[in-house]
């Protein structure tokens, strides 16, 4: 609960918040992390990924771009969901990547072969529900945060993050869990 507290009084100090009335920050996933999350969910053509909370889009446009993916980026802050648009088409890759306004709690996660997502430990507890009904096979790859301790990760990996701005680490843990 400590980290939480330090992560919300930095994003507060500095971070720029998705939205004056959201408890999720939007917090840059770097370039190698976003590559090792997908790395770790091995991510192929034929996928569909969701990215909940996609911020600039960085995750769904390297997805499509790099391993052959289609993928949904879901954001309430339309700002960011217009530069993730005009990124995906500077990329080259708006055939492939989606972004829309939208809660993701309203998303639709059953399309999904592969879902990705930076967000803080409670509304990952919100969503780990939903996350535990999809089909046989979805891969899930948290950037940080966990389920709780009744669905611990499949697999986790730690990556260098020598400026990351929050943490005393500046390492990142990648979690991965495969529904069963």
Known sequence: MALVKALLLWCVAGCAWAQADTEVPFVVTPDHVTREMLKLADVKPG????????????????????????GLGVEIVPDLVARSRENATKAGVADRAEFRVQDLFATDLAPATVITMYLLPDVNLQLKPR?????PGTRIVSHDWDMGPDWPPDRTVVVDVPDKPIGRDKKSRLHLWVVR
């Not at 996350?131 to 089909?135: A, D, E, G, S, V």
């Open 47 to 70: 996928d569909f990924l969701i990215d909940l909370g996609s911020g600039d889009g960085r995750i769904v446009i390297v997805a499509a771009k790099h391993f052959g993916a289609r």
């Open 131 to 135: 996350l535990r009904k999809l089909r």
